[in-house]
C-alpha cells in the first residue's frame, strides 16, 4: 500500500469524500502534493510534476517565489490579522487600481466565489433590481444565481435562442433560477433579445471575456461591445468575471476591448500564493460599499478581508508580473498552443486547442467550439479525457481535470518542449 492510499483512507474518516474540494478527486485516490518549488511540485511519492495547473490559475510565480515567500515572512513576523485596517491594503489598492483605467476603487475580499458574489450584489443595491444575466455554461464560482446553467447537457439545455435556467445544486430555490437569465456565448443578437424581455428586472450582465467552461475562447468584441450598448442604454451594470483572465494583460482581458465594464471582480493570480478577491470599478458604482448621503447600500465585511498576509502577497505578485513579464509569458503562452497544434496534427488524433494568453485547453475535438454547447463533453469523452489527463501526469505534466493549463513566469522553453511531447504522446496511447 502507499502513502497516498494511507492518506487516502485516513481523509474518507474525517472529509466528506475525503476531499475539501472537488478538484482534487480522482481514482483511486488524490495526488497527495508534498512541496512545491518554482514550477515543479512533489507528491509524497516522491515524483516530480511540472505545474501547468497552478493551482486553478492562481500561482502566477508558481511555487515558493523567492520574493513572495521574503515579503510575507517579515509581515507574519509582525502580525497576519488585525481588528484595524493596515497599510498593506492601502498600497495594494492603490497598484491595483493604476493597472487599469477601469478601476477607479477596489475592495478585497477571500475569494473569487465572494468577489463575483459582492459584484452582483452591487449591481442589485446600484440599480434596486434583482436579475441577473449570464452566459451559458459560464463558471463564476460557488454562488447559487451563478451556478444557474453551469453545467447543463443536452436533455436540460432548451433551443438556443432560449436557453433553459438550471440549477446545479440539489435543493436550490426555485426563485434563484427565475432570477438568472441565460444568454448565449457570441450571438449578440439573440443575447439582446433575451435580454430585451427583462430589460425593466435585470441588474447586471456578467460576462467572463474567456470563459473556461465555455470552451476557453475570446469573447468577440462585437458580442462586449453590443452587451456594453444595451446596459447603458436600459441603466443595467456591466460586470466582467475576471478571476481568471486578468493574467492576460496587465489591466486583464478587459483592456483588449473597445469598452469598459462597470464592475470586474477579480482573485486567484492576485493573491500572490494566497485566498482573495476583489470588486473593482467606478466611483459611482463603487460607492454603495460607502456610507453616504443614502445611508449604506451594501453592507459588507469578512474576518480575513484585506488580512495584510495576502495583500503583501498580492502587491508583491502583481509588482513582478508587469508588462515585461505579461508580454513574455503570453509569448510563451503562443509557443505552447503551437507546440501542442503540432503535436495534434503528427498524432493523426481528432483535438484542438484553444485559449489566448497564457492560458490553453486541449479539446478531444476535430474542430475548436465555439460556444458552451460545441465544448460540452459527454459521458464518453469525460472517459477519454480523463484517459489524456492521467496520461500527462504519468509524463509528468500536470493540467487540470479540463484538459486546461496556465503558465507561470518561471516556465521557460524546456517545459514547453517536454509539454509538447507528452501531449504527443498521450494523444497517441488514445488512438
Given at each position: 500500500?502507499?502513502?497516498?492510499?494511507t492518506?487516502?483512507?485516513?481523509?474518507?474518516?474525517?472529509?466528506?469524500?475525503?476531499v475539501?474540494?472537488?478538484?482534487?478527486?480522482?481514482s483511486?485516490?488524490?495526488f497527495?502534493?508534498?512541496?512545491?518549488?518554482?514550477?515543479v511540485?512533489?507528491?509524497i511519492?516522491g515524483?516530480?510534476?511540472?505545474?501547468?495547473?497552478?493551482?486553478?490559475?492562481?500561482l502566477?510565480?508558481?511555487?515558493?517565489?523567492p520574493p513572495?515567500?521574503?515579503?510575507?515572512?517579515a509581515?507574519?513576523?509582525?502580525?497576519?490579522?488585525f481588528?484595524?485596517?493596515?497599510?498593506?491594503?492601502?498600497e495594494?489598492?492603490?497598484?491595483?487600481?493604476?493597472?487599469?483605467?477601469?478601476?477607479?476603487?477596489?475592495?478585497?475580499?477571500?475569494?473569487?466565489?465572494?468577489?463575483?458574489?459582492?459584484?452582483?450584489?452591487?449591481a442589485?443595491?446600484?440599480?434596486?433590481?434583482?436579475?441577473?444575466?449570464k452566459?451559458?455554461?459560464?463558471y463564476?464560482?460557488?454562488?447559487?444565481?451563478?451556478e444557474?446553467?453551469?453545467?447543463?447537457?443536452?436533455?436540460?439545455?432548451g433551443?438556443?435562442?432560449?436557453?433553459?435556467?438550471?440549477a446545479?445544486?440539489a435543493?436550490?430555490?426555485?426563485?434563484?433560477?427565475?432570477d438568472?437569465?441565460?444568454?448565449?456565448?457570441?450571438n449578440?443578437?439573440?443575447?439582446?433579445?433575451?435580454?430585451?424581455?427583462?430589460?425593466d428586472?435585470l441588474?447586471?450582465?456578467?460576462v467572463?471575456?474567456?470563459?473556461?467552461?465555455?470552451?476557453?475562447?475570446?469573447?468577440e468584441?462585437?458580442?462586449?461591445?453590443?452587451?456594453?450598448?444595451?446596459?447603458?442604454?436600459?441603466?443595467?451594470?456591466?460586470?466582467?468575471?475576471?478571476?481568471?483572465t486578468?493574467?492576460?494583460?496587465?489591466?486583464?482581458?478587459?483592456t483588449?476591448?473597445?469598452?469598459?465594464?462597470d464592475?470586474?471582480?477579480?482573485g486567484k493570480?492576485?493573491?500572490?500564493?494566497?485566498?482573495?478577491?476583489?470588486?473593482?470599478?467606478?466611483d459611482?458604482v463603487?460607492?454603495?460599499?460607502?456610507?453616504?448621503?443614502?445611508?449604506?447600500?451594501?453592507?459588507?465585511?469578512?474576518?480575513?478581508?484585506a488580512?495584510?498576509?495576502?495583500?503583501?502577497?498580492?502587491?508583491?505578485?502583481?509588482?513582478?508580473?508587469?508588462?515585461?513579464?505579461?508580454?513574455?509569458?503570453?509569448r510563451?503562452g503562443?509557443?505552447?498552443?503551437?507546440?501542442?497544434?503540432?503535436?495534434?496534427?503528427?498524432?493523426?488524433?481528432?483535438?484542438?486547442?484553444?485559449?489566448?494568453?497564457s492560458?490553453?485547453?486541449?479539446?478531444?475535438k476535430?474542430?475548436?467550439?465555439r460556444?458552451?454547447?460545441?465544448?460540452?463533453?459527454?459521458?464518453?469523452?469525460?472517459?477519454?479525457?480523463?484517459?489524456?489527463?492521467?496520461?500527462?501526469?504519468?509524463e509528468?505534466?500536470?493540467?487540470?481535470?479540463?484538459?486546461?493549463?496556465?503558465?507561470?513566469?518561471?516556465m521557460?522553453?524546456?517545459?514547453?518542449?517536454?509539454?509538447?511531447?507528452?501531449?504527443?504522446?498521450?494523444?497517441?496511447?488514445?488512438s
Open positions: 500500500m502507499t502513502a497516498s492510499d492518506l487516502f483512507r485516513k481523509a474518507l474518516q474525517y472529509l466528506p469524500g475525503g475539501s474540494r472537488d478538484t482534487v478527486l480522482r483511486p485516490h488524490p497527495y502534493a508534498s512541496e512545491g518549488h518554482g514550477c511540485v512533489t507528491d511519492e515524483r516530480q510534476f511540472v505545474d501547468f495547473a497552478n493551482n486553478m490559475a492562481s502566477i510565480h508558481g511555487h515558493a517565489f513572495i515567500v521574503d515579503a510575507v515572512s509581515q507574519m513576523r509582525r502580525g497576519t490579522a481588528t484595524f485596517g493596515t497599510q498593506a491594503e492601502v495594494f489598492a492603490e497598484h491595483m487600481c493604476s493597472r487599469s483605467p477601469a478601476f477607479q476603487k477596489i475592495r478585497f475580499m477571500n475569494s473569487g466565489s465572494e468577489a463575483v458574489m459582492a459584484a452582483i450584489k452591487a442589485r443595491a446600484f440599480t434596486g433590481r434583482p436579475k441577473i444575466a452566459v451559458e455554461g459560464a463564476h464560482g460557488a454562488y447559487d444565481y451563478v444557474v446553467s453551469q453545467t447543463t447537457g443536452p436533455d436540460q439545455w433551443p438556443p435562442d432560449r436557453p433553459n435556467p438550471v446545479l445544486a435543493g436550490t430555490p426555485q426563485g434563484v433560477v427565475d438568472v437569465i441565460v444568454i448565449p456565448f457570441n449578440p443578437d439573440v443575447a439582446l433579445d433575451l435580454l430585451n424581455r427583462h430589460a428586472s441588474a447586471g450582465v456578467l467572463d471575456p474567456i470563459p473556461h467552461r465555455v470552451g476557453l475562447i475570446p469573447a468584441d462585437t458580442f462586449i461591445r453590443r452587451l456594453r450598448e444595451w446596459t447603458l442604454a436600459h441603466g443595467v451594470l456591466l460586470v466582467f468575471d475576471e478571476v481568471i486578468f493574467r492576460t494583460e496587465v489591466g486583464g482581458a478587459q483588449r476591448y473597445s469598452v469598459r465594464p464592475l470586474t471582480a477579480l493570480a492576485i493573491g500572490g500564493g494566497f485566498p482573495v478577491g476583489a470588486v473593482a470599478g467606478s459611482e463603487m460607492a454603495v460599499f460607502a456610507a453616504g448621503e443614502r445611508g449604506l447600500r451594501l453592507p459588507q465585511s469578512g474576518t480575513f478581508s488580512n495584510p498576509v495576502t495583500m503583501t502577497a498580492g502587491r508583491v505578485a502583481m509588482q513582478h508580473f508587469d508588462s515585461a513579464a505579461v508580454a513574455r509569458l503570453n510563451l503562443d509557443l505552447a498552443r503551437s507546440g501542442i497544434t503540432a503535436a495534434i496534427r503528427e498524432s493523426s488524433v481528432p483535438a484542438c486547442v484553444t485559449g489566448t494568453g492560458m490553453f485547453r486541449v479539446h478531444l476535430a474542430e475548436a467550439p460556444n458552451y454547447r460545441e465544448a460540452f463533453v459527454d459521458a464518453e469523452g469525460r472517459k477519454r479525457l480523463a484517459r489524456f489527463v492521467d496520461s500527462m501526469l504519468d509528468g505534466i500536470m493540467l487540470t481535470n479540463t484538459g486546461t493549463a496556465m503558465l507561470s513566469t518561471v521557460a522553453q524546456a517545459q514547453i518542449d517536454q509539454l509538447s511531447h507528452a501531449v504527443l504522446t498521450s494523444l497517441r496511447r488514445l
